[in-house]
């Protein structure tokens, strides 16, 4: 692996040093790497994904864990799951061992977590710029966008539909923001572009706006083969074939339905060696019972079973154990975020997840709020504060999500990638060297006196403390004199400064005609479909 | 003591059942406790302090924890703390084995830690409703409210200097909010009172206008044998030289210095068998070094001399160890909150405490936001997440803090509230109970349906999730017809209808003669004065 180099490198190396490539993929500590990490000028240097230094916090004892897993093989065993629109998948479940009646698959005992021994506990998921590559799983914490907004609060306020438009900018701000360590996949739904090529556009704004690991679609089995096509046309048949270049989000119809579409996509995928996120979307009290143990059951049940779907497919693929968890208004229904519940959820299946030896998908910087107001800020901080905690490997969702959801804000987006560095610096836990102790600071200073000029704080001052991008610590006084302005609009200014400063990193210009033709040729193929 | 009978109660007895009293002193459950548990009608039934069900969150391990506690006692023999502007604590240090010279105190190494044995790890503080009275330490955490502010920002959205009306006001507020578990302090600076007769309007309010513990004056030692002799008119002599009735903040002057005016009311509360919070106040940069590992062994060793010194005074009296953390901007020196350092140092103080033997305080929900934006609820929702994983026992701050405590903002207290309560029901963890299993709603409902009317949902669903008293979760559409309103605004509407439906608490005449005739007493002696 060490001494593979992907097409994309070698494609890159073929086009000059300018593109960057295999220089970048031998060594990142090299001209392109150094590049690559200047590439976010404006906001400051790219930031590796995260390692954690810091403990996981675990809800559930052994006693619980042993439980909500009895109970979940329970479910496999007696209720079983539904595979639906997909004879292949039904008829993979009956050479596997399991009891198949119609579209329900009923799971011998230990059957879908013995599958699942095949399936990676840790692996890379490589990116065009190899400095960008990311491990999931492990100690590891990947932070991706918002995925699957059809409307954004723009840069004027006003509240819209998405248009390929916004996806670029989008994929810029994330390509830019130190702590965002993904590009993503559908970071908002661009409705201006026909449903069943937009995927194409998409696919390709990750290719060409950012060098940061994405996620193909998954709307349709043939847009999933699309995505793999033009991965292929970027990293090479064989890299492809042999690592990780996408990930992608496979959800559970809750309760315990699999369906066509999402299996369609799951078999391109796992066949491909790319990974899939099982991810039940959870409404707790909707989607699954209104308790927490409940919820935890249902939905380690139906990760175990798709996920042993993807090993049925092709054994050792990668996969991850997804949750998605909100809990519901008992009065309306609304689904409601960073409450205490899913919280609970999050942090209970995440340990499930490691127990089962799969990376974990959950969080991020969800909220129920119609603006970026402290209502947005609580339940996005509620959730975010538990994504790093919980241990989570990948954190869909971790800028830019409002209203449930449905919109993308580039206001919020730009607040939550101040408070996702934030987290990484929490992640680095206490530095206990020497320079950390400062006893030497403390002999200097004594009693009575202060530490702003002693020579350890000059010495640390520069890195001492995270400095927000968005907040102002001012005096009240002097805020006032700058305009007495909420955290959105100096969010809003930044934001619009990094899209001026935005500069696109190098794409082999013979990559990118590859994925021109390949995108002409397939829209040319298709009439116009608005869904 | 489950025998015992305060004074307040018997008084409250005598002058009839109406007081409330003596019956619900004896069984929580009886007829006082249930009027005082409807005291709060239009905020919804009131909630005992947390009695935390879920893990410790923990930063550090035992060679961390190992190193720093080292670094401290080098501090506490080498450099020594200062005790200045006051004679007798200089000579009890050297009494008890402490090299003094000058007002430089340095302890042989062990002798705080050895003169702490006889402080308690737990202990109750009484409020004159039992039903209020609050476990300091161990596994439980108490939510107060902000204290200090000399500003307030109103419910008009004006920004002014506080008066006692607004005092009246937050400690009504406080007195309603289900998850507020005290009445704390100077919840807000009253500054139409003489700064030297303020203190009897304040103590005063927290009895009058609530039945939840309450905290005493530290400003001068006169101020604090006024807050003990009026809380001996309501409890009773005999009762308050036994028992914990009031919690004090006592800051130390960091770095390693307490003042006389501290060590003044720091000396009357212990003499008095009350509580005091020994509490550095670091904005590390400034008071302490700039790094986590730094700051924790300075806070460690002003924390061990200062609450050594209250057990000089009188052994076995109760005693926290108390971090105020923050971080200071190194452009601006302004003070900075809910950032990952601040949230280290605190992770860290709690086990240093835990390790001590002693009750912690920290934490709330700090912010240097000038409203309360987004950027305010990041910074509290951070600090206040780990204020619950930490293990905080008394939580000072918990709501209505703004613009670096500068302001007590009546909107942001009852969105901070909204915030209590939802890690109150955090702090509960999981429900592994056979009907938490909902093992019965999986079975009953099948893939592919949905739990909205299932038989455990209907069973559960006004108890499944927390409810937020301000967020908004409808459509868009509808919170467009509603008004398109924010957070705020309407936490301001809800503000509002608290202090509309506000009731006072019973509280004995006698009693409340007695402090009137005392305050009048007190008062008439002292000419007015303004600070």
Redesign the interface.
Same mark, same amino acid.
């Given at each position: 692996m060490e001494q593979d180099l992907s097409a994309a490198g070698q494609r890159a190396d073929d086009a000059g040093e300018e593109t960057g490539g295999r220089r970048g993929r031998r060594a990142s500590g090299g001209a392109a790497a150094r590049r690559a990490a200047r590439s976010g000028t404006a906001a400051g240097p790219q930031l590796t994904y995260i390692t954690r230094k810091?403990?996981l916090? @675990?809800?559930?004892g052994e006693?619980?864990l042993a439980?909500?897993e009895a =109970?979940a093989e %329970?479910?496999l065993q @007696?209720?079983?799951?539904?595979f639906r629109e997909d004879e292949e998948a039904l008829d993979l479940w009956e050479k596997a061992g399991a009891d198949v009646k119609g579209e #329900?698959v009923r799971f011998p005992k230990g059957l879908c977590r013995q599958l699942l021994e095949t399936a990676p506990s840790v692996f890379t998921q490589h990116a065009r710029n190899p400095a960008r590559s990311v491990q999931i799983g492990g100690d590891a914490t990947v932070f991706a966008p918002v995925y699957g907004p059809p409307f954004v609060r723009g840069l004027d306020g006003e509240?819209r539909y998405a248009t390929i438009e916004d996806f670029r900018n989008l994929v810029k701000l994330a390509y830019m923001a130190p702590a965002m360590h993904h590009s993503g996949g559908t970071i908002c739904e661009p409705v201006d572009v026909p449903v069943n090529k937009r995927h194409l556009d998409m696919v390709y704004s990750h290719i060409r706006y950012s060098d940061k690991p994405f996620m193909g679609s998954v709307t349709a089995p043939e847009r999933a083969e699309d995505s793999v096509a033009m991965a292929r046309l970027v990293f090479g048949d064989q890299f492809v074939d042999e690592n990780c270049v996408l990930i992608n989000l496979i959800n559970a119809?809750s309760?315990?339905?699999f369906d066509g579409t999402m299996l369609g996509a799951a078999k391109v995928y796992a066949r491909a060696n790319q990974a899939c996120i099982i991810s039940p979307f959870i409404l707790?009290? $909707?989607?699954?019972?209104? +308790?927490? *143990?409940? /919820?935890?059951?249902?939905i380690l049940a139906e990760v175990m079973a798709g996920a042993a779907f993807t090993q049925l497919c092709r054994p050792g693929a990668p996969v991850l154990f997804g949750t998605f968890a909100a809990?519901?208004?008992?009065q309306?229904?609304?689904? +409601?975020f960073g /409450?205490?519940?899913p919280?609970?959820v999050s942090y209970?299946a995440a340990q499930l997840a490691r127990r089962l030896g799969l990376p974990f998908r959950t969080g991020g910087s969800l909220c129920?709020?119609?603006?970026?107001? $402290?209502?947005?800020? %609580? @339940?996005? *901080? =509620?959730t975010l504060? &538990?994504t790093l !905690?919980a241990g989570t490997n990948f954190a869909l969702h971790s800028a830019g999500w409002l209203?449930?959801g !449905?919109?993308a804000s580039f206001d919020?987006f730009m607040?939550d990638c101040d408070?996702l560095a934030?987290?990484q610096?929490?992640s680095q836990?206490?530095? !206990?060297s020497e =320079?950390?102790? $400062? &006893?030497d600071?403390?002999?200097e200073?004594?009693?009575?006196?202060?530490?702003?000029g002693c020579t %350890?704080?000059q010495k640390?001052?520069?890195t *001492?403390?995270? #400095?927000?991008t968005? $907040?102002? =610590?001012?005096?009240?006084e002097q805020? !006032?004199a700058e305009g007495?302005k909420?955290?959105?609009e100096r969010a809003n200014r930044l934001c619009r400064d990094w899209l001026g400063a935005y500069e696109a990193p190098a794409l082999d210009p013979a990559i990118d005609e590859a994925l021109q033709v390949f995108m002409l040729r397939r829209k040319d193929s298709m009439p116009d479909a608005f869904g």
């Amino acid at each position: 692996m060490e001494q593979d180099l992907s097409a994309a490198g070698q494609r890159a190396d073929d086009a000059g040093e300018e593109t960057g490539g295999r220089r970048g993929r031998r060594a990142s500590g090299g001209a392109a790497a150094r590049r690559a990490a200047r590439s976010g000028t404006a906001a400051g240097p790219q930031l590796t994904y995260i390692t954690r230094k810091i403990p996981l916090y @675990e809800v559930l004892g052994e006693e619980g864990l042993a439980l909500i897993e009895a =109970n979940a093989e %329970h479910i496999l065993q @007696e209720i079983g799951i539904e595979f639906r629109e997909d004879e292949e998948a039904l008829d993979l479940w009956e050479k596997a061992g399991a009891d198949v009646k119609g579209e #329900r698959v009923r799971f011998p005992k230990g059957l879908c977590r013995q599958l699942l021994e095949t399936a990676p506990s840790v692996f890379t998921q490589h990116a065009r710029n190899p400095a960008r590559s990311v491990q999931i799983g492990g100690d590891a914490t990947v932070f991706a966008p918002v995925y699957g907004p059809p409307f954004v609060r723009g840069l004027d306020g006003e509240r819209r539909y998405a248009t390929i438009e916004d996806f670029r900018n989008l994929v810029k701000l994330a390509y830019m923001a130190p702590a965002m360590h993904h590009s993503g996949g559908t970071i908002c739904e661009p409705v201006d572009v026909p449903v069943n090529k937009r995927h194409l556009d998409m696919v390709y704004s990750h290719i060409r706006y950012s060098d940061k690991p994405f996620m193909g679609s998954v709307t349709a089995p043939e847009r999933a083969e699309d995505s793999v096509a033009m991965a292929r046309l970027v990293f090479g048949d064989q890299f492809v074939d042999e690592n990780c270049v996408l990930i992608n989000l496979i959800n559970a119809n809750s309760p315990m339905v699999f369906d066509g579409t999402m299996l369609g996509a799951a078999k391109v995928y796992a066949r491909a060696n790319q990974a899939c996120i099982i991810s039940p979307f959870i409404l707790s009290g $909707a989607m699954s019972p209104v +308790t927490v *143990a409940g /919820t935890l059951a249902q939905i380690l049940a139906e990760v175990m079973a798709g996920a042993a779907f993807t090993q049925l497919c092709r054994p050792g693929a990668p996969v991850l154990f997804g949750t998605f968890a909100a809990s519901i208004s008992m009065q309306s229904g609304a689904p +409601t975020f960073g /409450t205490p519940e899913p919280s609970l959820v999050s942090y209970g299946a995440a340990q499930l997840a490691r127990r089962l030896g799969l990376p974990f998908r959950t969080g991020g910087s969800l909220c129920g709020s119609k603006m970026p107001d $402290a209502q947005a800020a %609580h @339940e996005s *901080a =509620n959730t975010l504060n &538990m994504t790093l !905690l919980a241990g989570t490997n990948f954190a869909l969702h971790s800028a830019g999500w409002l209203e449930g959801g !449905l919109v993308a804000s580039f206001d919020k987006f730009m607040i939550d990638c101040d408070q996702l560095a934030m987290m990484q610096a929490m992640s680095q836990g206490i530095d !206990l060297s020497e =320079n950390g102790q $400062a &006893m030497d600071a403390i002999a200097e200073v004594g009693p009575g006196s202060h530490y702003l000029g002693c020579t %350890h704080t000059q010495k640390n001052f520069q890195t *001492a403390f995270y #400095r927000s991008t968005v $907040a102002d =610590n001012n005096s009240f006084e002097q805020w !006032l004199a700058e305009g007495g302005k909420r955290v959105e609009e100096r969010a809003n200014r930044l934001c619009r400064d990094w899209l001026g400063a935005y500069e696109a990193p190098a794409l082999d210009p013979a990559i990118d005609e590859a994925l021109q033709v390949f995108m002409l040729r397939r829209k040319d193929s298709m009439p116009d479909a608005f869904g």
